[in-house]
Nanobody
Framework: QVQLVESGGGLVQAGGSLRLSCAAS????????MGWFRQAPGKEREFVAGINWSGGNTYYGDSVKGRFTISRDNAKNTVYLQMNSLLPDDTAVYYC???????????????????WGQGTQVTVSS
């Protein structure tokens, strides 16, 4: 069982930045891929970004390309999401997820991720 705990959410003005963190309890964190998803009220869950086990491959949703950056520190069992140039449309609950895949492939579908965090709220004011 992998436990994931997100932090770093909050309220920010449009154009601002936030960095989300997701800490994993599992000692094998460095062996599997991680992802970030988000869900706004009344909308479907959306893939934001993913990173493979080594950090060598990343993949982003179209709406965040060029603004968000995913990274990981395997020594700290933590994955990060740096969010810049935030827009009101980025307002959502952000979830991190663990895919348990040791591959160069970066999953982008929710069903490809096995464990999920509880989510952290990000609110961007206009």
């Amino acid at each position: 069982q992998v436990q994931l705990v997100e932090s770093g959410g909050g309220l920010v003005q449009a154009g601002g930045s936030l960095r989300l963190s997701c800490a994993a309890s599992d000692g094998t964190f460095s062996t599997y891929g991680m992802g970030w998803f988000r869900q706004a009220p009344g909308k479907e869950r959306e893939f934001v970004a993913g990173i493979n086990w080594s950090g060598g491959n990343t993949y982003y949703g179209d709406s965040v390309k060029g603004r968000f950056t995913i990274s990981r520190d395997n020594a700290k069992n933590t994955v990060y999401l740096q969010m810049n140039s935030l827009l009101p449309d980025d307002t959502a609950v952000y979830y991190c997820a663990a895919s348990l895949l040791r591959s160069n492939y970066v999953p982008s579908e929710g069903y490809e991720y096995r464990y999920w965090g509880q989510g952290t709220q990000v609110t961007v004011s206009s």
